[in-house]
T-cell receptor
Framework: GAGVSQSPSNKVTEKGKDVELRCDPI?????LYWYRQSLGQGLEFLIY????????KSGLPSDRFSAERTGGSVSTLTIQRTQQEDSAVYLC??????????????FGEGSRLTVL | RKEVEQDPGPFNVPEGATVAFNCTYS??????FFWYRQDCRKEPKLLMS???SGNEDGRFTAQLNRASQYISLLIRDSKLSDSATYLC???????????FGTGTQLKVEL
């Protein structure tokens, strides 16, 4: 497909376990964003990648969260020692450069994480 | 105070009605404004940008009031398919991230 692809679509884990969430952006999009959406909450910015520049990690809530983007394409968001408050839908989006100025972010369907 | 605030609703309106949502933002340096639509358990999608002069796209009209720091979305002749959550989105200062409101839920009924 031509859209943003995320996996897994659903993940149930036990408190304290590590999880990895994957995002495959639209081909050719240089910008990649991770957001999370908790029940009844707005989208919360986590991290932004643009080309080979240093990522903007200002939204990561704690040092248990990390993300990388290999080869300027696929990105992995890792949450270590998961806590119940990490339960949310993790949304990945990609855009052409300057997407945040044009508003044209293309989101994947998200990875729904449930921490028991 | 949240950076972007919206009335969560729900707004329940009959088909054919006109409905308007407002959204306020706190950062006066905000430069770009958008409305996104999110269907239940789906990803958000860009509905329209909001320009200073106001803009229209079919049944949808978006307006920006910089002095009062709010944006609005007007939907005319509501359709059942308009039922969704409408997210107010702001980019402050041309940065790399969009700040999303919590959304306003619209339910259009027969």
């Amino acid at each position: 497909g031509a859209g943003v692809s995320q996996s897994p679509s659903n993940k149930v884990t036990e408190k304290g376990k590590d999880v990895e969430l994957r995002c495959d952006p639209i081909s050719g999009h240089t910008a990649l964003y991770w957001y999370r959406q908790s029940l009844g909450q707005g989208l919360e910015f986590l991290i932004y990648f643009q080309g080979n520049s240093a990522p903007d990690k200002s939204g990561l809530p704690s040092d248990r969260f990390s993300a990388e983007r290999t080869g300027g394409s696929v990105s992995t968001l890792t949450i270590q020692r998961t806590q119940q408050e990490d339960s949310a839908v993790y949304l990945c989006a990609s855009s052409e450069q300057g997407g945040a100025n044009t508003g044209e972010l293309f989101f994947g369907e998200g990875s729904r994480l449930t921490v028991l | 105070r949240k950076e972007v605030e919206q009335d969560p609703g729900p707004f329940n309106v009959p088909e054919g009605a006109t409905v308007a949502f407002n959204c306020t933002y706190s950062n006066s340096a905000s430069q770009s404004f958008f409305w996104y639509r999110q269907d239940c358990r789906k990803e958000p999608k860009l509905l329209m940008s909001v320009y200073s002069s106001g803009n229209e796209d079919g049944r949808f009209t978006a307006q920006l009031n910089r002095a009062s720091q709010y944006i609005s979305l007007l939907i005319r002749d509501s359709k059942l398919s308009d039922s969704a959550t409408y997210l107010c989105v702001v980019n402050r200062g041309g940065g790399n991230k969009l700040t999303f409101g919590t959304g306003t839920q619209l339910k259009v009924e027969l």
